[in-house]
């Protein structure tokens, strides 16, 4: 895909959008389908390259998947069915694939190493590596573990009590997978609530997990008997077009079928803050995640700060809230935010040198960033710099600009969301 030319200065956005599979559910689903005794099936499974990433990893140690448009099929052997594989375990460019692969591997009697593209070869691993390692996994890699390639010889496992130096739902998950294989209790402590997405789905599968305010135990010697898992709609992808439908002139979008999982609709109480015309419709039926349908409305707009607590509930999200803050009247501030760092850019630089070039006042902080609105969002030439969210955030901003916009490494977008432009372009009116 590479260089596109965006559609800019929309009139209209309306029409309704099935949003393509959780991203984190997906991952999520084929790790525990192949840690299972059984055939698991999973239905609205995200085929982005991040997901696809994990299936490829996973049959790499032996586990049999098949795909059929977007329902995968597990053939799960349990945790003593994944045997060593005779290949380097590519991640791509997820870290959720590689954080949380090496939880399963910490308490595996083999060795394998992990590598991934240029991204994840920036980002930190200590977080995963020191936990693991406390619990008796043998991991190495460059600078002492903090970057890829890892290399993980797994065995017996010790249980612990863990305090998380940062919230993150990938460094939990990772120590809840290796717990679930310890001798004995594991008990973690977070600094701020993250996405209970693998708490939910030790007992989808029929394992025991118990979480109480910032604390998640979990005993070790389970094991997990094979489910059905239907996906979500991703509301990290539906982010966008509810951005979009709120800053475009006479829109009304639906978007069906969203999680709306309470550790991660932070983006939405955010949104409603600003004074977003939002309706939520929720699903009744039984899931394991709650679903729902929801409406956006083109939207007068008011400044805010988002900080603290709010952040884990949507750190995926703040490059389209910055966004959204540019067309929001008066001042918003990003803080406590520093987790925007590591992602697969630096995201607060990314963000702030990107939407500037399009004319938005905007200005970085260490933490952060604070934007002016309104906003008048112009012609320019910009770039995703292989960050699938940086990139579907200039893709509606664009939307608002007066004049061309030319984006750079498009096809970073397909990481998570393959389908996006078909989908926007079935919006425009």
């Known amino acids: 895909m590479g260089q596109v030319q965006l559609h800019t200065n929309a009139t209209s956005l309306s029409g309704e959008i099935n949003i393509p599979g959780d991203k ?3 991952h999520r689903a084929v790790m525990f389908g192949a840690i299972a005794n059984g055939t698991t099936t999973v239905t609205n499974f995200l085929l982005g390259d991040d997901c696809l990433s994990t299936i490829s990893c996973f049959r790499k140690l032996g586990v049999v998947i098949e795909q059929d448009v977007n329902t995968v099929t597990i053939y799960g052997k349990g945790l003593e069915g994944l045997t060593e594989s005779s290949d380097i375990l590519d991640v791509g460019n997820s870290g959720t694939t590689i954080r949380l692969l090496m939880g399963i591997l910490a308490g595996r009697p083999f060795h394998n190493v992990l590598v991934g593209d240029h991204s994840i070869g920036r980002r930190p691993m200590t977080r995963v590596v020191k936990p693991l390692s406390l619990m008796g996994a043998k991991i190495d890699g460059k600078k002492q573990g903090e970057f890829t390639p890892i290399s993980i010889r797994g065995g017996e496992l010790t249980a612990m009590e863990y305090t998380l130096p940062v919230a993150s739902a990938q460094v939990k998950s990772s120590i809840l997978f290796a717990g679930l294989q310890a001798d004995g209790t594991t008990t973690i402590h977070e600094p701020a609530k993250t996405r209970d997405h693998t708490e939910r789905m030790i007992r989808q599968f029929g394992g025991k997990v118990e979480s109480e305010g910032l604390t998640v135990t979990i005993n070790g010697g389970q094991s997990l008997t094979a489910s059905h898992v239907n996906v979500p709609g991703d509301i990290s992808s539906a982010a966008f077009f509810l951005v979009a439908g709120a800053i475009v002139p006479n829109s009304k979008i639906l978007l069906k079928n969203v999680g709306l999982n309470p550790t991660r609709t932070g983006i939405i109480d955010v949104m409603k803050a600003m004074g977003a015309d939002i309706t939520i419709v929720p699903n009744d039926s ?107 955030m200039l893709a509606v901003a664009a939307l608002i600009t007066k004049g061309e916009v030319i984006l750079e490494d498009a096809e970073a977008i397909s990481v998570s969301y393959p389908q996006f432009f078909q989908d926007l372009n079935n919006l425009l009116r």
């Open 24 to 26: 984190s559910i997906s």
């Open 286 to 392: 039984e899931q394991f995640e709650p679903t729902g349908d929801i409406i956006i409305k083109t939207s007068e707009l008011v400044g805010t700060t988002i900080e603290g607590d709010m952040i884990p509930r949507l750190i995926d999200e703040i490059p389209i809230l910055a966004l959204l803050a540019t067309q929001a009247n008066g001042k918003t501030v990003i803080k406590d935010a520093h987790e925007l760092k590591v992602k697969e850019t630096n995201r607060i630089d990314t963000v702030v040198n990107e939407l500037s070039k399009l004319g938005a006042s905007i200005e970085a902080t260490e933490d952060g960033m604070v934007i002016c609105g309104k906003s008048t969002l112009n012609s320019g030439e910009v770039s995703s710099h292989g960050d699938h969210r940086i990139g579907m």
